[in-house]
């Protein structure tokens, strides 16, 4: 069974970090591209980075870019979201996803974590 | 940068037919993909590559793609099915994932 476990969501003052983890388990790791997605409580998804599965390639949304850096411990099966500079319009929930190589969807996300940014 | 526009609400019968539609200029040109997203739950694929149907999705779940817009479409509509409802394209020119605002599903 696939799954995927997020973890480290907490709550931070403005200009703080957070690492967010997945782990990940149930099917091959390092073969899938992980995206992070993260929903403002009864808002909308908004897509926030992506890296494929050796870990070289990574894109953010503009919002993040900067300020997030996303990678992945294929040993660990383990996906991370490494978030600085915190803003309260970073507030949310961070889903992981994850993608089989090239298909531009997910069918596996994990239940997500919430993260609250205040000052 | 693309956007993607879905109606805020739609409302149907049970046993009626609801379409959903996903607006945009990148919509014709990239497949669309679908999610049912329940109260307080993780979102699920329900449509991938504008109209195939992940395994254990029913029938009654179909998609379209034509020119700038895709529809969603649910036939025999169910309790059950009253969920929010995004759409989501590949940006292949950006490399990111667009989602479009999201369509509430009442039954």
């Known amino acids: 069974e696939v799954q995927l476990v997020e973890s480290g969501g907490d709550s931070v003052q403005t200009g703080g970090s957070l690492r967010l983890s997945c782990v990940a388990s149930g099917f091959s790791f390092s073969g899938n591209w992980m995206h992070w997605v993260r929903q403002v409580p009864g808002k909308g998804m908004v897509w926030v980075s992506r890296?494929?599965?050796?870990?070289?390639?990574?894109n953010y949304a503009d919002s993040v870019k900067g300020r997030f850096t996303i990678s992945r411990d294929n040993a660990k099966s383990t996906l991370y979201l490494q978030m600085n500079s915190l803003r309260a319009e970073d507030t949310a929930v961070y889903y992981c996803?994850?993608?089989?190589?090239?298909?531009?969807?997910?069918?596996?996300w994990g239940q997500g974590t919430l993260v609250t940014v205040s000052s | 940068s693309h956007v993607l526009t879905q109606p805020p609400s739609v409302s149907v019968a049970p046993g009626q037919t609801a379409s959903l539609t996903c607006g945009g200029s990148?919509?014709?040109?990239?497949?669309v993909h679908w999610y049912q997203q329940k109260p307080g739950q993780a979102p699920v694929l329900v449509v991938f590559?504008?109209?195939d149907r992940p395994s254990g999705i029913p029938e009654r779940f179909s998609g379209s793609n034509s020119g700038k817009t895709a529809t969603l479409t649910i036939s025999r509509v169910e309790a059950g099915d009253e969920a929010d409802y995004y759409c989501q394209v590949w940006d292949t020119d950006d490399d990111q994932w667009l989602f479009g605002g999201g369509t509430k599903l009442t039954v």
């Open positions: 996803a994850r993608e089989t190589p090239g298909t531009g969807f997910s069918e596996y």
């Open positions: 990148i919509v014709g040109s990239k497949s």
């Open positions: 890296v494929n599965s050796d870990g070289r390639s990574t």
């Open positions: 590559d504008d109209s």
